[in-house]
């Protein structure tokens, strides 16, 4: 039967009658965008009507009115128009770069498939057809139950809008799932079984492994004794591996770690409990039961003593470190800065002293070297610093090219000391302009005196200005000629 591509994905034909129509299922990409459509023979009914159109897209819902001939053109047109780049104007910016996420293994993406199919089995065991000729589907596809209709809905939302792998594998094994939906569930109930075990070969039974599907160490029933994880268990991949809890160990976790003995044991149960600190192997709890003691440990009359590395030459410390015993193993810890070498912390450990210092006594103690005279510049000072000196100028002094120079202490600056002559001229006319207001204000309420005194400030700034005009009007006329 010709399959119609459709945007990236297919139109597939089923279910066609003489007399009634087609049912198609659309896929787009590798998102697989499932409806159910049926196709009417006959002009009048040459448009989709679709079944279960809740959710779809506008677009979608645009070719309920196209003309049976024109669909396949219009169709054949957007996924051209789809399928070309985008302008760069329009193409997004490409994504920082960061370490993809680590991809789940096949299995648990086909399991967790399943798990949601089963859930959108007991969302929709209520439901009825949503609308439509009841009637109809009921004749034609007999029950909801086990009805196309019901199947389309489930698969809508199998698969969340993010998750790539679902929507892929759900591409893959669409056909197997529809015929399990319309042919194995009577023998096959469940579909994880059969679709992941048995069709896709992605998993494997339980206490299984790899890709022959392989008993994992200590059998199916209770895998690695049932005190570790198989690895791979359930999936065709895992090299079978038991990883054992804390406490146990063997190939099938089926003895008792490095650290631990028996405590209780039967022919389906092992109870292993920790030895005393020191102790790799023991027969009890306490103290005076060990048989074999851990590294930095020596066993004495079935007891663990420590082992003193650093009195034993056991360590390797550097040539300016001292060794410090721990229990069970030693640190490698500095010397102080006054010892070249040494036996223990602090200066009076020391072999030899280092530059700059000298032995008093049982300790190396910093040299004074400011008493004698090693500071030779003008205004210069010494500094004793720890194990050294330094030269620094004098109070009053500081250094510039090499020599101690005296500090020059700036005069103290009046308040307009930093302001241009064009800011102050500015200053100037903003207090006279001030003034000029406020004498204004008092003359237009007819206070003689005051109107006087504002006619002469106006005239006495008036002369200022011309003066200062002419000035520079002269000026300019002389230089220019």
Same mark, same amino acid.
């Given at each position: ?198 069709? =896709? ?89 060990? =048989? ?72 190396? =103690? ?107 009007? =002269? ?7």
């Amino acid at each position: 039967m010709a399959h119609h591509h459709w945007l990236g994905g297919t139109l597939r034909p089923r279910d066609c009658s003489a007399g009634g129509g087609c049912a198609f299922y659309a896929g787009c990409g590798s998102y697989a965008v499932r409806r159910r459509l049926t196709a009417p023979v006959g002009w009048g009914g040459r448009f989709f009507l679709l079944r279960g159109l809740r959710g779809s897209p506008a677009w979608v819902k645009m070719a309920l009115w196209l003309p049976k001939g024109l669909v396949p053109a219009v169709l054949w047109g957007l996924s051209l128009f789809l399928s070309l780049p985008d302008p760069i104007w329009l193409q997004p910016s490409p994504p920082p770069q960061s370490s993809p996420p680590p991809q789940p293994h096949p299995c648990h993406t086909c399991r967790g498939l399943v798990d949601s199919f089963n859930k959108g089995l007991e969302r929709t065991i209520r439901d009825n057809f949503g609308g439509g000729n009841t009637a109809w589907e009921e004749e034609k596809l007999s029950k909801y139950k086990d009805s196309e209709t019901r199947l389309v809905e489930v698969l809508e939302g199998v698969c969340s809008k993010s998750d790539f792998e679902c929507h892929r594998l759900l591409e893959l094994s669409e056909e197997l799932v529809e015929s399990w939906w319309f042919h194995k569930q009577q023998e096959a109930p469940d579909l994880f079984q059969w679709l992941c075990s048995d069709s =896709l070969k992605l998993c494997c039974p339980a206490g299984t492994f790899g890709p022959s599907c392989l008993p994992c160490p200590g059998g199916t029933e209770r895998p690695c004794g049932g005190y570790g994880q198989c690895e791979g268990e359930g999936t065709r991949g895992g090299s079978g591996q038991c990883d054992c809890q804390a406490g146990y160990g063997g190939e099938a976790c089926g003895q008792c770690g490095l650290g631990y003995f028996e405590a209780e044991r039967n022919a389906s149960h092992l109870v292993c409990s920790a030895c005393f600190g020191p102790c790799a192997r023991c027969s009890g709890p306490e103290e005076s039961n060990c =048989l074999q003691c851990k590294k930095g440990w020596a066993l004495h009359h079935l007891k663990c003593v420590d082992i003193d590395e650093c009195g034993t030459e056991g360590a390797n410390c550097g040539a300016d470190q001292f060794c410090v015993n721990t229990e069970g193993s030693y640190e490698c810890r500095d010397c102080a800065k006054a010892c070249l070498g040494c036996m223990g912390a602090g200066p009076g450990r020391c072999k030899k002293c280092s530059p700059g210092y000298q032995q008093v006594g049982s300790k190396c =103690l910093d040299v004074d070297e400011c008493e004698t005279e090693v500071c030779p510049g003008e205004n210069e000072q010494c500094e004793n610093t720890e194990g050294g000196y330094r030269c620094i100028c004098a109070e009053g002094y500081k250094q510039m090219e090499g020599i101690c120079v005296k500090e020059q202490i700036p005069e103290s600056a009046g308040f307009f000391s930093e302001m241009t002559e064009d800011e102050l001229v500015v200053l100037q006319q903003m207090f006279f302009g001030v003034i000029i207001c406020a004498l204004a204000t008092l003359a237009a309420k007819g206070d003689l005196v005051f109107t006087a005194i504002f006619i002469g400030a106006v005239a006495a700034m008036t002369g200022y200005w011309l003066s200062e005009r002419s000035d520079r009007v =002269l000026e300019g006329f002389i230089k220019g000629r």
